[in-house]
């Protein structure tokens, strides 16, 4: 097992795996992870889909485009969920607001959610399996997904986790410097932020221009800003009220 240490500071997403199947022993170890993830109130609004039949993920795959799906041997799907309290809660005739009407309530589930997801992808790394989140899940097609999954009312996917066998060790991506991220006692003024962000924009470029495997010529913010334009066509919130999530205004 890799030490903390280096589990945190060398992790990476990986998109290509071996066909090798991960171990039961392993599965439980993740499961275990997930499992004793912290979430609000300890009132757990999660669960997660453990798919490894082929079928399945070809399916998924297809909905979304994401190769990992198909060619990973467990894709976890971590969804927020308030069905479970609501069952239990009406058979023993608890008075149950609808916190799925609030966005709060949708914040408290999806940061449980994701929270937990990342208890796996930690779990994962530090055996020395490769792991790769997929927003994909959420936003290609989810009516889709809670149709074929069978995920009923006040159950939302949040994002999946693809894990297998790595197949690659691609180059780790460069992330923004700690002062535009972790800001010492208030949030940092424009000016230094800029020029943090302007130097980390060169970087990203040249990193992309210079990495193995695939090069490109994106900088960090125009590419990212073409995923948010991109994002302005999903329909998440129209999905989500299909589920039952009904944020107030
Ligand atoms: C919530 C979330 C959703 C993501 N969705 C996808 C996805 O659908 N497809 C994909 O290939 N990578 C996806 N990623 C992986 C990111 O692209 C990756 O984390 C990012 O480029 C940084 O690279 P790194 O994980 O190697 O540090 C996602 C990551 C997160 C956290």
């Known amino acids: 097992m890799k030490d903390v240490k280096s589990t945190l500071l060398e992790r990476r997403s990986i998109r290509r795996y071996e066909r090798e199947a ?8 993740i ?24 079928s399945m993920k070809l399916k998924l795959e297809e909905l979304t485009g994401q190769k990992q799906i198909k060619t990973c041997s467990h894709f976890m799907l971590f969804c927020v969920d308030y069905h479970k309290i609501d069952i239990l809660g009406e058979r023993k005739a608890l008075k149950n607001p609808q916190f799925t009407h609030t966005m709060d309530g949708i914040v408290v589930g999806v940061v449980d959610a994701s929270l937990a997801m990342m208890s796996a992808i930690v779990a994962a790394d530090s055996i020395g399996l490769g792991s790769c989140p997929i927003g994909f899940i959420r936003t290609k097609d989810p009516e889709a997904v809670c149709s074929i999954l069978g995920l009923p009312q006040g159950v939302f996917p949040v994002c999946g986790l693809a894990i297998g066998v790595p197949r690659e060790m691609p180059d780790m991506h460069p992330k923004q410097p700690l002062n535009a991220l972790i800001m010492k006692g208030r949030y940092a003024n424009d000016t230094e932020l800029l020029s943090e962000l302007e130097a980390y924009d060169a970087r990203v470029a040249q990193y992309n221009a210079t990495r193995s495997g695939s090069t490109s010529d994106n ?16 329909h998440t919130l129209v999905a989500m009220a299909r589920q039952g999530f009904v944020p107030e205004r």
């Open 219 to 234: 900088d960090w913010a125009d590419h990212i800003l073409s995923y948010y334009r991109e994002g302005m066509s999903y």
């Open 31 to 54: 499961c275990e992870a997930i499992r004793n993830t912290p979430t609000s109130y300890n009132g757990q609004q999660y669960s997660v889909i453990d798919i490894s039949d082929q």
């Open 22 to 29: 991960i171990t039961d022993e392993q599965m439980d170890f």
